[in-house]
């Protein structure tokens, strides 16, 4: 069995379609979840605390909730796929075993996941999209630009997300990721409020967290306003995705293959 890291794009693509054609029998209740969600967060904290915000950071409060929304949408729904489903197809359903049994390695089947993970993302930031520019949020094209950063977030979280399913032994497992990792990225990294609002000390804190860079590229691409430090926001987000990637596939060849 090889050992490199470097997956075999081909079979990395198969098991990408493999989860895509499951997904498909599941094609009308997600796509509610996805048009609908947004729209109660826009809807109800959008257009509810914006009657009494007004404009928050030169934009009015609905697409500062918008694009913030945007990034945590993606951060929820890579960690939760790279964990829960993720987990589901090695443990209980023991489908890596049979994937395995093919020409398909272990590195192959983690850069599947991923980037199957990115593109539920793409999917569901697609919708939200769409939903805010109808409630009126979105305000220049440049916010197509926002496509491919909510892929690179959707690999950034599913990176991480990976090595917690190598190390768990349950789903319960999880709850500590939940808690401890994304409910603080959640409210602490501009989500709802802007990060210059925080104390000092947590705010050089939030900055070594993946959320605010995504939340950092996605806001000025929604409300149009000037990008800045877009390099060091992509590499943050490509690091995490590079390293998580790297860590899951040495963790997951040792539970299945010694």
């Keep these: 069995m090889a050992t490199t890291l470097f997956p075999q794009w081909r079979s990395a693509a198969q098991v990408w379609r493999r989860n895509s054609l499951v997904w498909r029998r599941l094609l009308g209740p997600s796509l509610v979840i996805n048009f609908g969600e947004p729209f109660l967060y826009l809807l109800g904290l959008g257009y509810g605390l914006g009657l009494f915000i007004g404009n928050m950071m030169d934009m009015p409060y609905l697409t500062f909730l918008a694009s913030g929304v945007l990034a945590s949408s993606a951060m929820n729904t890579a960690s939760f796929e790279a964990m829960f489903s993720v987990y589901t197809r090695m443990v209980p359903q023991r489908t890596y075993e049979a994937i395995l049994a093919t020409p398909v390695e272990i590195q192959d089947v983690l850069a599947g996941e991923m980037f199957w993970c990115a593109t539920k993302c793409l999917i569901n930031g697609t919708a939200i999209l769409i939903v805010a520019t109808l409630l009126g949020a979105v305000h ?3 916010a197509l630009f926002a496509i491919p950063v909510i892929f690179l977030t959707g690999l950034c979280f599913a990176g991480p997300a990976m090595i917690m399913t190598a190390r768990a032994q349950g789903y319960d497992f999880f709850n500590y990721y939940v808690t401890l990792l994304l409910t603080p990225m959640f ?3 501009g989500v709802f409020y802007p990060v210059s609002s925080l104390p000092p000390a947590l705010q ?3 900055q070594w967290l993946p959320l605010s860079h995504a939340v950092d590229l996605l806001r000025p691409l929604v409300s149009g306003q000037p990008l ?8 943050v987000l490509a690091s995490y995705a590079l390293v998580g990637y790297v860590i899951a596939v040495r963790l997951v060849r040792r539970r299945l293959l010694v």
């Design 140 to 142: 220049d094209w440049h």
């Design 187 to 189: 409210i602490l990294s």
């Design 204 to 206: 050089v804190l939030v």
């Design 228 to 235: 800045s430090d877009v390099a060091l926001h992509l590499v």
